[in-house]
């Protein structure tokens, strides 16, 4: 069931199997294993995540090249809900352990918001991650062309950025390195830090030995039309021509609800094992928040591995179930 603010009121009593923060393809792809393995589960997707930003998913196995990340989510959650799976679109603010359930405390509504608390006996923690852009006077110009051919994953769409004058746009000298490994795909690299990195001697002379020009001026806006850069026109009013371009300015990992537990942290990911568990035996994490590639292919299988874990917990843990009728003694009508 689609939850909202009108309904949601009969769900606050009933104790999911699973609540799974986060609604991207490693959410929904454990949402659909645990309904189908019986159990119930809760999706709550703050929205416009990671997945949803992209404009082609062009290395999906068996999707058309050029279809697009919400696409997929919008199948996958209409598949989730007729399943029999909710879904909930909030935001996450708290996870308490109470012991044998987990107490959720969500935000809905960015208008006269409520903040309603749902249980359950696990927890997917699928909330993923948001890039960080360039801050520009009109954020708006970055939209336009973030996730077509301004880029944010080497991984994803390097062989898009392959053999062409490519802006790398960085916010520290160690992001600079970046240019190091992005010239597998292409050697026609400007190195853009929009003011916001001090470069030391030895980073400027490897970029000079390489070739590839830093540009320190800051960003004024991208340059171009129908969502193809073409160019970036600096606040000095020169405009650098460009063909692509690379963002990799750092990430934001959602994991603010998770820092009242004890937990095993690497940096902003969650220690996890090979099925996706954490430090606490019943929280998971799957897809960007766990240490791997950050890749919409690993967060499926991800999913997959989490309500597989869960489900096998929970069977053990049950009593098996028997056909009556057919055992010596039974009394038949």
Known sequence: MKLTKKNLEQRLDHVYDVIIVG???????AALYLQRYLLSCLVIE???????????????????????????????QEHVLSLGGDYLRGYVENVEDEGET??????????????PVFRSKYVIAASGVIDHLP??????NVFDYAGYNLHVCMICDGYEIANKRCGLFVNSEKAINTAFVLNWFTPYITVFTHGLAEVGKEMRQKLEDYGYPLIETPIQRFVGENH??????????????????????????????????DLEWKGGNLATDSM?????????????????????SIAVADGTLAATAIWKDIRRASPPRRWESNLIGAVMP
Request: net charge neutral; charged share 20%; hydrophobic share 35%.
């Open 23 to 29: 609604g991207g393809a490693g959410g929904l792809s």
């Open 276 to 296: 996706c568990r954490t430090s606490h035996p019943r929280l998971f994490a799957v897809g960007d928040l766990k240490e791997g590639i950050n890749q919409v």
């Open 102 to 115: 987990f107490a959720v405390k969500v935000k809905v509504g960015k208008q006269d918001s409520i903040q």
């Open 228 to 261: 193809e850069m073409t160019g970036v026109e600096l606040a000095d009013g020169s405009t650098i021509p460009l063909e692509t371009g690379l963002i990799a300015m750092g990430s934001h990992y959602y994991n603010e609800y998770l820092q009242g537990l």
């Open 135 to 140: 801050s520009l006077p009109d954020m708006q």
């Open 46 to 76: 703050k929205g416009r995540g990671r997945s949803f930003w992209m404009q082609d998913l062009r290395n999906y196995l068996g999707l058309p090249p050029d279809t697009p990340g919400r696409d997929l989510l919008q199948q996958g």
